[in-house]
C-alpha cells in the first residue's frame, strides 16, 4: 500500500512538469541505454512486456527527468539550508581500527604501532577481531555519523595520521588511527542530491497521511460493522 500511494501521489505532481523536445529525446535515450534497447522493434516489444499503453509507457521514460525538474523547481533553493542541517552526517572519513577483547593485548599492540614495532595493517590482520581484520583495518570511506557515537567523537576530535589511544566501546578495546577526513562540498551533485532529499521527505509525509486517513476510514468501518 505504501508503494502504491507514494506512486498515486507523485506521478500527478510529475505530470504537470513541461518538457522540451530535447529533453524528451534525451530521456527516451537515457531509457534505451539503460535498458540496452538497440531499435524500435525492441521499444515495442519491452511495451508490450509491461503491459503499458503508449502514453503510459512515455511517462514511464520521462519520470526520471521531470523528477529532476521538479525537484530543480521546487526544492533547489531549498538544498543549501539542507545541506547545512546535514553537512555533519555527509562528511566522509577513512580510519584504520582493530578491536580486541582484552585492555592490556590493546595497549601493547598501541605501544607497538605507536613505537613503528609492528604496522597497523598487519596488527589488525592478525589480531582484530571484527571485519577490518580483513581490510588491512581500514574502514571506509563512510560518513562519520555511521561510526559508534564514542568512536565518532574521537575521530571528529582528532587530526590525519593521529594514533588514538586505546579506548572500550561496548565489549570491545580499540585502537583508531584517522587516515584521511573528506568535508562535504556543496556541489551541483550535492544541491540535487538534497532537492531529492527534501521531495522525498514530502512525499513520505503526504503517503503517511494517506495512510492514517485510510486506517481512520477502516476504524470507523469496522465499528459501524459491529453495531446491530
Known amino acids: 500500500m505504501p508503494n502504491i500511494l507514494r506512486v498515486l501521489t507523485a506521478d500527478p505532481v510529475l505530470a504537470s512538469v513541461s518538457l522540451t523536445d530535447e529533453e524528451r529525446l534525451q530521456a527516451f535515450q537515457g531509457f534505451c541505454n539503460d535498458q540496452q534497447i538497440s531499435g524500435p522493434e525492441e521499444v515495442e516489444a519491452y511495451r508490450h512486456q509491461q503491459l503499458l499503453e503508449p502514453g503510459d509507457f512515455q511517462f514511464v521514460i520521462e519520470r526520471p527527468i521531470r523528477l529532476v525538474r521538479w525537484c530543480e523547481q521546487q526544492y533547489l533553493p531549498k538544498a543549501e539550508a539542507r545541506f547545512l542541517e546535514r553537512k555533519t552526517s555527509l562528511d566522509q572519513i577513512v580510519y584504520s ?132
Request: cysteine-free.
Open 97 to 228: 581500527l582493530l578491536r580486541v577483547a582484552d585492555a592490556g593485548l590493546a595497549r601493547e599492540l598501541y605501544l607497538r604501532i605507536e613505537g613503528q614495532e609492528t604496522d597497523f595493517a598487519s596488527a589488525a590482520t592478525e589480531y582484530s577481531l571484527g571485519p577490518e581484520s580483513k581490510s588491512n583495518g581500514l574502514v571506509g570511506p563512510v560518513p562519520l555519523l555511521q561510526a559508534h557515537p564514542n568512536l565518532a567523537q574521537r575521530l571528529r576530535t582528532n587530526p590525519p595520521g593521529h594514533l588514538i589511544e586505546p579506548f572500550q566501546i561496548e565489549q570491545w578495546w580499540v585502537v583508531v588511527r584517522i587516515e584521511s577526513y573528506t568535508s562535504a562540498v556543496l556541489d551541483e551533485a550535492t544541491r540535487m542530491a538534497m532537492a531529492k532529499e527534501l521531495f522525498d521527505e514530502w512525499l513520505e509525509g503526504e503517503v503517511q497521511t494517506q495512510l492514517s486517513q485510510l486506517a481512520t476510514q477502516l476504524q470507523s468501518y469496522e465499528q459501524g460493522a459491529d453495531r446491530p
